[in-house]
């Protein structure tokens, strides 16, 4: 055969290869093509099961086995995908080495010599089988090599740089190239939030060192770096909100309640002071709840102090974990201390602050298994003149105590001046104090009454109605300040939250004290709020 049909030979056989591969491409674009459908699908129906379950913990649990199948489904689907395109790329060498993009011209050299190397095989693997060893091929496999031999050398070629067919290279970018979609993050959620959890550990109960505080500030910067926080958002609002509490509260902690050295290291930290301002910022961009603390006149909400937040958050995202995604509880609280408890709610009464934060602390103790008993009476005995605040299953066995305690109060005849106890010792403190009453309506011969029995150095009563006469309570809030009030006593029945949360944020700021009385204005509610709440040490403090 001349040169001329030779080189026809080849353009034909080239050719042939050519076509060959153009239709194992075809083949296996349209199965690919299935499954990115597929695909695509199942992570469209977790987006929307996604944004279902961040509606609340309940609705979470219902989708829970759900989003696993589905999960599942898309995990052998990937798994799928990649095996066609490994074949693809293996048998039809769509995927080679070569530079930029172009045609598959240069597959047809690659193509011949593997069929050359598979006749090679198939001759000798046939003589080897009848007992002669034979090096003869077939006179196919001689055209070739000799074809072969004739090709001129191929050109020095760049670097490898993997090349995609044109007909696969827009349903390949899915994976190639384009960005997740939100629904493959559904798995990962999964794992997300005991990864931060892990991340933060355990909130320190106390932070009282150099090394403590540096440690304690590096966690918290790494919580709070951008990456970080966008990848919270895959979380449902509730869990976010409880990591920017729990947060909050661990910077409030190092921030207000370490000794002044420690207090210098986050106040000189000038990286310290952007855990907060990238908190607000992602709330304020994800409107994904109120975060506590973020504002500087916030105070702890969970107890008296801000570690104590920290801890209360801490077993929050605990509960939050194991009812939105089944994580097990492995933390169990150490039994509680009941005087210790006490302590905390008789301690953070004593500061006056607004009746939810008491309500809250409350909550919070009776939760725990193991502590105080809703039905305790010196529980009872505290929280008597908040009885009307404390709403909530979590404190449905408290409100029983107490409504069980007034009826036993009921049943008892009412003071009159005579079953006073000779020589009471609140006469004295009453007698040097400024009293101002609030709430109700005033009438005359219960004011002379009280005043007659009491006997205080000064009495007034201001009428307040739930929302009513706020300029008074407002005037009233201003004399605290000032000094000019002594003892306030609050009419809880009769006063709205706004009156009564500004009246204890004024006391806060003085030393007034104020006494608390629910169920009206008898001299044996007058009395037992008296003994609750106003210190027999205030006579020798106004004499010194």
């Known amino acids: 055969m001349d040169d001329a049909g030779q080189r026809e030979s080849v353009s034909e056989e080239m050719a042939s290869g ?28 977790l987006v929307s099961l996604s944004a279902q379950a961040a509606k609340s913990a309940a609705r979470a649990r219902a989708l829970r086995e ?41 597959c047809e050299a690659d193509a011949t010599t593997a069929r050359d190397c598979d006749a090679a095989t198939d001759a000798k693997v046939g003589t080897t089988h009848q007992g002669q060893v034979s090096e003869e091929v077939s006179d196919e496999a001689r055209l070739s090599e000799a074809t072969s031999s004739m090709r001129p050398e191929e050109p020095a070629r760049k670097p490898p740089v ?23 993050g559904a798995r990962l959620v999964a794992h997300l939030l005991p990864d931060i959890r892990d991340q933060l550990g355990e909130p320190p109960l106390k932070v009282g060192s150099y090394a403590q505080v540096v440690g304690e500030l590096g966690k ?18 509730e869990v976010q909100v409880a990591l920017g509490c729990m947060i909050t509260a661990r910077y409030r902690h190092l921030q207000d309640e370490t000794p002044a050295a420690c207090r210098g290291v986050v106040q000189n930290d000038k990286d310290a002071v952007k855990i907060l301002h990238r908190l607000s910022n992602h709330f ?30 801490h077993r929050e995202l605990a509960r939050l974990a194991h009812d939105l995604y089944g994580e097990e509880v492995e933390e169990q609280s150490a039994p509680q201390n009941p005087e210790r408890a006490l302590g905390q709610i008789e ?3 004593d500061k006056s602050p607004p009746v939810d934060r008491i309500r809250a602390l409350v909550e919070d103790i009776l939760s725990t298994p193991g502590g105080l008993g809703g039905d305790d009476p010196r529980l009872v005995r505290l929280m008597r003149p908040f009885r009307d605040h404390l709403s909530g299953a979590a404190l449905s066995k408290l409100r029983h105590a107490i409504d069980a305690a007034e009826a036993e109060k009921d049943a008892e005849p009412d003071f009159v001046e005579e079953l ?41 009563w201001i009428p307040v109605k739930k929302g009513e006469n706020m300029r008074q309570v407002q005037a009233l809030a201003g004399r605290m300040q000032k000094g000019s009030v ?19 944020d004024a006391a806060g700021k003085s030393s007034v004290e104020l006494v608390y009385c629910n169920r009206g204005y008898g001299v044996a509610q007058l009395r037992e709020g008296i003994e609750n709440f106003v210190k027999l040490d205030r006579a020798e403090r106004s004499e010194a």
């Open 162 to 184: 993997l090349r995609v067919a044109s007909s696969l290279s827009r349903t390949m970018k899915l994976r190639a190239g384009a960005k997740s979609q939100p629904a493959t």
């Open 66 to 106: 759900e989003r696993a199948r589905l999960e599942a489904r898309l995990d052998a689907i990937f798994c799928e995908l990649g095996a066609q395109v490994f074949d693809l790329f293996d048998q039809g060498r769509a995927l080679e080495v070569g530079e930029g993009t172009g045609s598959l011209a240069s």
């Open 284 to 313: 304020s961009i994800t409107r994904a709840g109120f975060v506590h603390g973020l504002a500087r006149d916030h105070h702890p909400a969970h107890g008296a102090r801000w570690s104590e937040d920290a801890a209360y958050y």
């Open 18 to 45: 050519e076509a060959a591969n153009e239709r194992l491409i075809l083949s296996k674009s349209a199965e690919l093509g299935g499954l990115i459908d597929q695909a695509r699908a199942l992570r469209a129906l």
């Open 220 to 237: 918290l910067k790494a919580a709070t770096d951008d990456d970080r926080l966008r990848a919270w958002e895959e979380l449902p609002d």
């Open 486 to 504: 002594d003892i306030v006593i609050l009419l809880t029945d009769f006063l709205s939250h706004k009156a009564s949360d500004q009246l204890t």
């Open 420 to 460: 006073l106890p000779e020589g009471w010792p609140w006469h004295a403190v009453l007698q040097n104090s400024r009293v101002v009453m609030v709430g109700g309506d005033t009438r005359s011969e219960a004011q002379a009454r009280i005043e007659n029995i009491f006997r205080p150095g000064s009495f007034e």
């Open 347 to 349: 301690a953070l009464i």
